[in-house]
């Protein structure tokens, strides 16, 4: 996994709540057998005014003007500023994917759901959690500064803006380690753990046979 | 010392490792796997060169991609296909037990594991899917996770989680005619709005929910997570017990006795300290549809769809706006005169026997109405469309106009050819009202099986209780 340490990124301002993960990457693009390749599906539905199947050419698709993502302004972010409850719904994985593929390394949210929130870390993509007042006061620079970036470093779990302004947010301790360095948690699991899930299972097999059926 | 609650003791006997911040290495019981967050888990095994920790904890079956009309022929959409072999594939190599397309137990994988009595109370059990959460009607702590997490499972039989707060939502009093577990929910959501849970452990009690089914109670853990948690639970009683007697992978002999003991410990203490606690009466919850984009976006059937300049908070305002322009409704509009395009009984939320029995109650003996484009019956799994066929059902349906098809996941979310076109409304007994969710373009207004049966006929939502 790619490791993240500290970001500087042009931020993109998307205002809704509640964004789900349906309309982060559509169904139809779930059926890839792949961990790569959703980034232009990325929003599908709001960035194109067609309709969008797996494997399309994306480069002259219609785009629909008024998606913030399709803005001269916003090309090349890696930041999205989003509202409350970002990533909603499923818990397809294929979300964090199609929003790391296409270029982002951060979102910055008053809340994400808790599922999204979790598949974030595994991918390299760092889900920052601020204050709804602090976020509404982001929007609103992000629309007012052509070229707005934010800095977000994990290490001192700060976010800084471009007038020196910095807030701290929280991360767990496990979650934070293996991000910075880019670990695999697998990898991690088996080696540092491996004995005492064998105990576990041993003795959790006196107490509860019927959970351990034969194959 | 205070008492535990459910969530607790279900946390507590599956602990591995506690570490410092509060987190913990926790055992998994169970596994049940699907076509769509599957493959990049068994693809990261293999790239590993990693095995399987314990094969035999893993159950999979395809339902999300199957199309739902005859399955003797081959999969006619090539990409679906691929995904739907790719399981099977991965199944054969890494010794996975599968039900695979063809297999008369092959379903939805949420009303599968219930059924098959391969989920069982005081089990952790985790699917890469959200609605995960419906297996807590057991008594169970059951999640939806990703797809690293699926194969974190697959490799370690484990996963590190962070110990949600809980929260007890108890429903006092009885249900009234005509009001169901899916009313119950989605009123539940429509008071807490679909955040509401956000970082809980939902269990839910009380005398409406005591006296559900099982059936019920799924129903009503399924949408936990459309209240923002991801687990929601309900502990046993006679009534789980009296499910699970008897299943093909329930426990038998002396070993049945035992499991029982043990799992009648599976409630919360009464000195239990719960973070938070939400009460509803019972009468108070009237026969539900949603008129938005949110599940939170919900009224009783006798009522209008809002208004958003009534609104005062400015985002929910804009949210609103937004929803009623996707939706194509003006303000005002009563929700029993809006007409409906297509009908979908089915999901993990609402597929099982007595979902069917409640709509075909409704149906019997009546046509669905002229303006409806299709009416569509997907049974939850091949044994709820078994049964359903020995009691006559499925000639109920087909008599009135409706179609009976193969289980699966189907008009849910549209990954099949079951899907809304734009514009399209539908009256759907699942679980999620999203833009495009049935279909680009596609309205949905979720409801339960009676209530969405009786749309079929009256070709709009009428009250029920009429
Ligand atoms: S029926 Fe719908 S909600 Fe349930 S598992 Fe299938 S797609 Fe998901």
């Known amino acids: ?215 | 010392m205070t008492g535990k609650t459910l969530y607790e003791k279900l946390w507590d006997s599956h602990v591995v490792t506690e570490y410092d911040d509060g987190s913990a290495l926790l055992y998994i019981d169970r596994q049940l796997l699907h076509e769509v967050t599957s493959p990049q888990a068994f693809e990261g095994l293999r790239l590993a060169g990693r095995q399987p920790w314990r094969v035999a904890a893993n159950l999979a079956v395809t339902d999300h991609n199957v199309p739902t009309t005859d399955r003797s022929q081959p999969v006619e959409d090539p990409v679906s296909r691929v995904q739907i072999e790719t399981l099977d594939r991965n199944c054969a190599e890494f010794r996975v037990t599968e039900f695979g397309i063809r297999d008369p137990r092959q379903g939805i994988v949420h009303v599968v594991g219930p059924e098959q009595g391969t989920t069982l109370p005081g089990m952790t059990l985790v699917c890469g899917d959200s609605h995960t959460s419906t297996h807590g009607a057991l008594g169970a702590l059951a999640f939806g996770v990703g797809t690293s997490e699926v194969e974190h499972v697959l490799a370690t039989q484990t996963l590190v989680q962070k110990k949600a707060r809980t929260m007890l939502i108890r429903i006092d009093g009885q249900l009234g005619h005509g009001v169901t577990a899916k009313d119950i929910i989605l009123a539940i959501i429509g008071r807490i709005g679909t955040a509401g849970g956000t970082g809980y452990a939902l269990e839910y009690g009380g005398e409406a929910i005591r006296g559900l089914s099982m059936e019920g109670r799924m129903t009503i853990c399924n949408m936990s997570i459309e209240a923002g948690a991801r687990t929601g639970m309900v502990a046993v009683d006679d009534t789980t017990i009296d499910y699970i007697r008897g299943r093909p992978n329930a426990p038998a002999g002396a070993q049945w006795e035992q499991a029982v003991a043990s799992w009648r410990n599976l409630v919360s203490d009464p000195d239990a300290e719960f973070d938070r606690v939400g009460e509803m009466h019972a009468d108070e919850i009237e026969p539900q549809v949603t008129w938005g984009t949110s599940p939170e976006m919900v009224a009783s059937v006798n009522r209008h769809v809002p208004d958003p300049a009534e609104e005062s908070d400015a985002v929910r305002a804009r949210a609103m706006t937004r929803a009623l322009e996707y939706m194509g409704l003006e303000p005002g509009t009563a929700l029993t005169d809006i007409p409906m395009d297509k009908i979908f009984i089915g999901s993990c939320t609402n597929a099982r026997i007595e979902d069917l029995r409640e709509a075909a109650a409704v149906v019997r003996g009546r046509r669905v109405a002229e303006n409806i484009r299709q009416a569509l019956v997907v049974p939850g799994s091949g044994v709820v469309k078994q049964q359903a066929e020995a009691e006559g059902l499925d000639r109920v349906f087909l008599e009135a106009g409706f179609e009976w098809r193969e289980p699966g996941c189907s008009m849910c979310l549209g990954m099949n050819p079951d899907r809304l076109e734009p514009g399209e409304r539908c009256a759907s007994t699942s679980n999620r009202n999203f833009e495009g969710r049935q279909g680009q373009g596609g309205r949905t207004h979720l409801a339960s099986p009676a209530m969405v049966a009786a749309a079929a006929i009256h070709g709009h939502f009428v009250d029920i209780r009429e």
């Not at chain 1, 909603?88 to 994400?112: N, Q």
């Not at chain 1, 990898?187 to 041993?202: H, K």
């Open chain 1, 1 to 215: 996994m790619e490791p993240f340490t500290r970001h500087t990124g042009l931020v993109a301002p998307l205002d809704r709540s509640n964004v789900d993960t349906d309309a982060i990457i559509p169904k139809q693009f779930l059926k890839s057998v792949q961990r790569t390749g959703f980034g232009p599906y990325l929003f599908d539905e709001w960035r194109y005014l067609d309709r969008g199947e797996p494997g399309m050419d994306c480069t002259n698709r219609p785009r629909n003007p008024d998606f913030v993502l399709n803005q001269e302004r916003y090309q090349g972010a890696s930041v999205l500023l989003a509202r409350e409850n970002f990533g909603c719904g499923s818990s397809r994985e294929h979300a964090p994917w199609a929003l790391k593929d296409y270029g982002f390394r951060a979102i910055v949210a008053p809340s994400f759901a808790d599922i999204f929130y979790s598949n974030c870390f595994k991918n390299g993509l760092l889900p920052v959690v601020l204050d709804g007042a602090v976020v509404d006061r982001l929007f609103q620079a992000a629309y007012a500064t052509e070229g707005y970036q934010l800095t977000i470093d994990l290490f001192e779990q700060q976010v800084h803006t471009p007038d020196g302004e910095c807030f701290g947010f929280e991360v767990d301790p496990f979650r934070k380690r293996m991000l910075l360095e880019g670990l695999d948690e697998i990898g991690v699991t088996l080696e540092e753990q491996s004995e005492a899930i064998q105990a576990y299972e041993q003795r959790r097999k006196q107490e509860a046979p019927w959970l351990f059926p034969e194959p």
